[in-house]
């Protein structure tokens, strides 16, 4: 520490006040950092520390703070006097030392102590000690310093000091002194960024620590790693000069010291690899393991740390192909760095996807898989590195820093690499530099592949998953609708939850809900053939019992692990009815439009699919225009531990709140029942808000199986058109119409044919005959007799189809609604 020339008090202030003296920019001392928790216990413990204490890092962890320093009293003013009676004789500031690890502490406090501690009996030690505030655990900062070794360090007392006192500055009263701030952190326990930041600004708002010569000199402190380091080099040589002058041979000590700092510098680099290797990989979020591997790095190893990652590996998509080149587009994913904010933001966005040209280190790094080291960036090169960057000049930000260019690799194939620079008043980067940003890279490509293949199976699920969930309309005859998905875990987005609506004659609608028990692509996959039979068999218009009876038979013949739930709803809007059959599924709520009250429905529960030998039954539930059903899986409504009774009085309680539309009515079930925890299953959700249609809006005639059937067809239709006030449709109505009766006319087996309006979203015309056998679209030549009315219907029809049904088969199509 060395001592300089006391500097005139400013203008304004007496001989008396605080004057700070100019002896030195910052007094560089080792320090022991210590925190302590909540419950009083050491939850770290820093080299510093154990050197000044003995105790080692893991016999200290998770100790009593007050039980591992114990204070062995007060120093003793009868001791021999010295130059240092004022350094002896202080007895500190505020509480001492001991009340303050007990947890009495609510403001900075600074003292002097006496400890015992092993192996060197007693230890006279400054101290500092910052109450924390904040989500974390950390209570208390203590920093400590050896009193006895700052004695030593001082020169002889010649009246310049008076006493040495720890005590607290505002931290801009030096020259300098934010050090603090850039120093602290390296040697604070591995935390987050945003952590470390938290306690560091606390402790600069606190009061800075400093070292009080006299009434008006202070020295704020800095910790310094080789103090102690050095000290021990010096008092070596020095005994090895005794023993050369009195001839004698040079200590053992001396001749290792190379092989001991060579031991020490690799063994600090080794505890910063495990330090980040701990502090990366925490999640599996592509962004978030970018973030992580860039603020790792910063500041300890680097000052600046750019991450450059190849465009296959942004995407998402799969393991990228072949050696790098000067067309490969880099997306620089993250930047950090320690100089003032947004002084890079506006040069190199995050964001920006740039090639680099061959002649450059960074081009050198990713095809050849080995780090670049440039101790210094000549003006030169930092002219070449900045011509890639089009009317952005960054030789201000690079020329003159030392970088290193380490690659990102995986399974020998370069992902990305990361530019690190540091300060040019910064040592530069060196051979084991290198080393260090190898294996730092090393560890960081993998655990960004890691994330990058978690991405992209991702991505290859939620397609899965989309492929074969049903992009439903929102609006069907007579109802709208609404669906939620949700996959059950991260791990697992694909599960066999689906939900499904069916058109049906008449105008009705099958909606659909079941859920393959299991999870994973097994039970995925088992979904999509069991959702597909169901599309097939709602198609033939079968009771709903008669369909879960045929699905259970089909999932027995596909295998004994095919076990399934399923709730088959036919809404009828113009009977105002629902038809319900259930296969061990939770039953469906609706919630009434005259009173907004809702009520679970009582369903015969019957067996799963797959099951097998049960009997399925099914209700018929009396509907009015407004009503909301709502079906969903027992994902949503089942947490472990808990009644599934819970779940359901919450499911029908947060259906019946009023809501604007009906995604938000689905948004405030899924809040109300996807906050209780523990969900661990898929979840598909379905609400119908039942329109229903009124009876002015459907005309029906019977027709005999008579050719001039088709006239009357044609007459009907117009006349109920132009009633509807559609007379635009008529004519293309009634020709379709006629198309329709002549091929039942022509095909029935039966004594009538029914013939179908119903004016909704769209115009509606449905043909029913006895012939089950379907309509064939065909090709039809000049001379062709028959086939060229199906082809009329398919030109003009907005949309046309045929099912069969329990009597026969349905053939009917749709006009849009012209505009009013």
Known sequence: MDRGTEREAPPGRGAGDDVVSEHTAAGRIPLAVIL?????????????????FGTTKEEAIGQTAVDLLPVSGALPDDEEASPY????AYDGLGPDLESSLDGQLSYPAAGRARLTVPERDRVDVLWWAYPLVGPGRERLLVLAADAGGLRQDLPEADGAFERI???????TDFPGADELARRLPEILPSMSVDESARIVAQVLEL?????EFSQNERVPVTPDWGVARRAERKARRERAAVAVAEGLPVPQEVADEGEDLEYVAVRERLEFLNEVSGRIGTSLDLAQTIIEVSKAVVPKFTDVAGTYLREQVVAGEGFPDGVPDTTTMWHRVALEHTDEPGRWDDVVPVGEAMPFPAHTPFFQCMTTGDPVLVPRISEQMGHMIASQFEKRDIRPLIT????LVVPLKARNVVLGFMILLRHPERVEFNDMDRVTGAELAARAGLVLDNARMYTYQESVAETLQDSMLPHIPARMAGCDIATRYLPGTLLGRVGGDWFDSVKLPGARTALVVGDVMGHGLNSAAMMGQLRTAVQTMAAMDLPPAQLLRNLDDLAQRLGDTYLATCLYVVYDPIAGELHIGNAGHIPPVIVRARDGRSELLDLPTGAPIGVGGVPFEAVRVRVEPGDRLVMCTDGLVEVRGEDIGVGLATLSESAAHPAASMDDACDTIIRSLNTRGGRKDDVALLMARLNGIEPDDVAEWRLVLDPVEAGRAR???????HEWGLAKLADTAALLADELVTNAVRHSHGRRIALRLVRGDTLLCEVDDDDPTLPTLLGAGPDAEYGRGLHVVGVLAREWGASRTTAGKTVWFELTLPRR
């Open 36 to 52: 302590i928790d909540r419950d009083g216990l050491v939850s770290h413990w820093s080299r510093g520390a154990r050197r000044l």
């Open 715 to 721: 007459a009907v239709v117009r006349e109920q058109l």
């Open 85 to 88: 009676d004022a350094f002896d």
């Open 165 to 171: 006192a720890p005590g607290f500055a505002h931290h």
């Open 400 to 403: 003159g820093r030392s970088m």
């Open 207 to 211: 009061g800075y620590p400093v070292l």
